[in-house]
């Protein structure tokens, strides 16, 4: 059975930095592509960043470039969101999506696995 667990979030002040982690387990992810995303109250789930299967592509969206920066650790199946100058609108409950099997990176449909969800609070 496929788990994903997040881990890392947590409230801190505005231009503060936290580090997400999201651990697959239940077979290997090696050549999947993964990604994180993210909910705010009453907003749809909207993409934040992607990397794909060997991590010499990543993609982000416009409100988190070079802010965020996604990483994966393949040969532990850990997916990472490095997040530096939080703002209070990055406020959410992120998620990682493991293993896209159609569609475009950037939408949550397609993704074959998603994590719990951990919640991020940026205090302004």
């Known amino acids: 059975q496929v788990q994903l667990v997040e881990s890392g979030g947590g409230l801190v002040q505005a231009g503060g930095s936290l580090r997400l982690s999201c651990a697959a387990s239940?077979?290997?992810?090696?050549?999947?592509?993964m990604g994180w995303f993210r909910q705010a109250p009453r907003k749809e789930r909207e993409f934040v960043a992607a990397?794909?299967?060997?991590?010499?592509?990543?993609y982000y969206a416009d409100s988190v470039k070079g802010r965020f920066t996604i990483s994966r650790d393949s040969a532990k199946s850990t997916v990472y969101l490095q997040m530096n100058n939080l703002k209070f609108e990055d406020t959410a409950v992120y998620y990682c999506?493991?293993?896209?099997?159609?569609?475009?990176?950037?939408?949550?449909?397609?993704?074959?696995?998603w994590g719990q969800g951990t919640q991020v609070t940026v205090s302004s």
């Open positions: 999506a493991v293993e896209k099997t159609f569609g475009v990176l950037s939408r949550p449909t397609g993704w074959d696995y």
């Open positions: 239940g077979r290997t992810f090696s050549s999947s592509a």
């Open positions: 990397i794909n299967w060997n991590g010499a592509s990543t």
